[in-house]
Protein backbone atom coordinates (compact mmCIF):
# COMPACT_ATOMS: atom_id res chain seq x y z
CA UNK A 1 0.00 0.00 0.00
CA UNK A 2 1.17 3.34 -1.09
CA UNK A 3 0.97 6.09 1.39
CA UNK A 4 1.50 9.76 1.00
CA UNK A 5 2.24 11.97 3.86
CA UNK A 6 2.61 15.77 3.69
CA UNK A 7 4.56 18.48 5.42
CA UNK A 8 5.53 21.89 5.73
CA UNK A 9 2.34 24.10 5.76
CA UNK A 10 1.67 26.80 7.66
CA UNK A 11 0.76 30.62 8.21
CA UNK A 12 2.75 32.72 5.60
CA UNK A 13 2.29 36.44 4.95
CA UNK A 14 1.78 37.74 1.37
CA UNK A 15 5.09 37.37 -0.79
CA UNK A 16 6.20 34.89 1.35
CA UNK A 17 7.12 31.42 0.93
CA UNK A 18 7.13 27.70 1.91
CA UNK A 19 8.45 24.18 0.62
CA UNK A 20 5.80 21.64 1.16
CA UNK A 21 7.38 17.74 1.60
CA UNK A 22 5.45 15.09 0.42
CA UNK A 23 6.83 11.58 2.02
CA UNK A 24 6.21 8.35 0.17
CA UNK A 25 6.29 5.04 1.40
CA UNK A 26 5.46 1.73 -0.25
CA UNK A 27 5.46 0.35 -3.35
CA UNK A 28 6.09 3.20 -5.52
CA UNK A 29 7.16 2.89 -9.29
CA UNK A 30 9.25 4.89 -11.36
CA UNK A 31 6.79 5.07 -13.85
CA UNK A 32 4.01 6.35 -11.20
CA UNK A 33 3.47 10.35 -11.67
CA UNK A 34 3.60 12.73 -8.06
CA UNK A 35 1.76 15.39 -8.47
CA UNK A 36 0.47 18.48 -5.95
CA UNK A 37 -3.48 19.50 -5.85
CA UNK A 38 -5.05 22.36 -3.81
CA UNK A 39 -8.50 22.71 -2.00
CA UNK A 40 -10.17 25.37 -0.89
CA UNK A 41 -13.37 25.80 1.29
CA UNK A 42 -16.27 25.32 -0.83
CA UNK A 43 -14.10 24.97 -3.88
CA UNK A 44 -13.55 22.09 -6.18
CA UNK A 45 -9.81 20.07 -6.03
CA UNK A 46 -7.03 22.42 -8.33
CA UNK A 47 -4.47 21.03 -9.95
CA UNK A 48 -0.86 22.60 -9.42
CA UNK A 49 1.73 20.75 -10.60
CA UNK A 50 2.96 17.19 -11.97
CA UNK A 51 6.10 15.57 -12.71
CA UNK A 52 7.43 12.24 -13.09
CA UNK A 53 9.92 10.88 -10.28
CA UNK A 54 12.98 11.33 -12.42
CA UNK A 55 12.15 14.97 -13.20
CA UNK A 56 12.54 14.51 -16.66
CA UNK A 57 8.82 15.84 -17.51
CA UNK A 58 6.76 18.72 -15.06
CA UNK A 59 4.11 20.53 -16.27
CA UNK A 60 2.36 23.53 -13.81
CA UNK A 61 -0.90 25.06 -13.84
CA UNK A 62 -1.27 28.89 -14.77
CA UNK A 63 -1.93 29.76 -11.29
CA UNK A 64 1.48 28.94 -10.36
CA UNK A 65 3.60 28.67 -13.32
CA UNK A 66 6.46 31.07 -12.74
CA UNK A 67 6.18 31.17 -8.68
CA UNK A 68 6.40 27.16 -8.04
CA UNK A 69 8.87 24.27 -8.38
CA UNK A 70 7.99 21.03 -7.61
CA UNK A 71 10.81 18.38 -7.71
CA UNK A 72 11.53 15.22 -6.30
CA UNK A 73 14.04 13.02 -4.54
CA UNK A 74 13.80 9.45 -5.36
CA UNK A 75 16.69 8.65 -3.16
CA UNK A 76 14.93 9.45 0.17
CA UNK A 77 11.00 8.83 -1.45
CA UNK A 78 9.98 12.69 -1.27
CA UNK A 79 8.60 15.11 -3.80
CA UNK A 80 8.60 18.90 -2.61
CA UNK A 81 6.61 21.64 -4.25
CA UNK A 82 8.60 25.03 -3.49
CA UNK A 83 6.33 28.41 -3.46
CA UNK A 84 7.11 31.56 -4.04
CA UNK A 85 5.12 35.01 -4.06
CA UNK A 86 2.39 33.84 -1.93
CA UNK A 87 -0.99 35.05 -2.14
CA UNK A 88 -3.73 35.56 0.40
CA UNK A 89 -5.81 33.24 -2.70
CA UNK A 90 -3.37 30.56 -2.55
CA UNK A 91 -4.84 29.85 1.01
CA UNK A 92 -5.48 26.34 0.72
CA UNK A 93 -5.06 22.42 1.97
CA UNK A 94 -2.32 21.50 -0.25
CA UNK A 95 -2.55 17.39 -0.85
CA UNK A 96 0.13 15.51 -2.75
CA UNK A 97 -1.09 12.27 -5.19
CA UNK A 98 0.65 9.55 -6.95
CA UNK A 99 -1.12 7.74 -10.38
CA UNK A 100 -1.06 8.50 -14.15
CA UNK A 101 0.05 12.06 -15.79
CA UNK A 102 -2.34 13.99 -16.08
CA UNK A 103 -4.06 16.96 -14.48
CA UNK A 104 -7.21 15.95 -13.33
CA UNK A 105 -7.88 14.32 -9.73
CA UNK A 106 -8.96 11.47 -11.30
CA UNK A 107 -6.03 10.50 -12.64
CA UNK A 108 -3.86 9.66 -9.26
CA UNK A 109 -4.82 6.77 -7.22
CA UNK A 110 -3.05 7.54 -4.04
CA UNK A 111 -3.49 10.66 -1.91
CA UNK A 112 -2.27 12.07 0.94
CA UNK A 113 -4.45 13.83 4.06
CA UNK A 114 -2.81 17.30 3.10
CA UNK A 115 -1.24 19.99 4.68
CA UNK A 116 -2.90 23.70 5.77
CA UNK A 117 -1.07 26.80 3.99
CA UNK A 118 -2.65 29.63 4.80
CA UNK A 119 -1.26 33.31 3.64
CA UNK A 120 -2.37 36.17 5.45
CA UNK A 121 -2.55 39.85 3.51
Known amino acids: QVQLVESGGGLVQAGGSLRLSCAVSGPIFNYFTMAWFRQAPGKEREFLSTTRWSGSSTYYAESVRGRCTISTDSFKNMVYLQMNSLKPEDTAKYYC??????????????WGQGTQVTVSS
Open 97 to 110: AAGDWGTEARDYVY
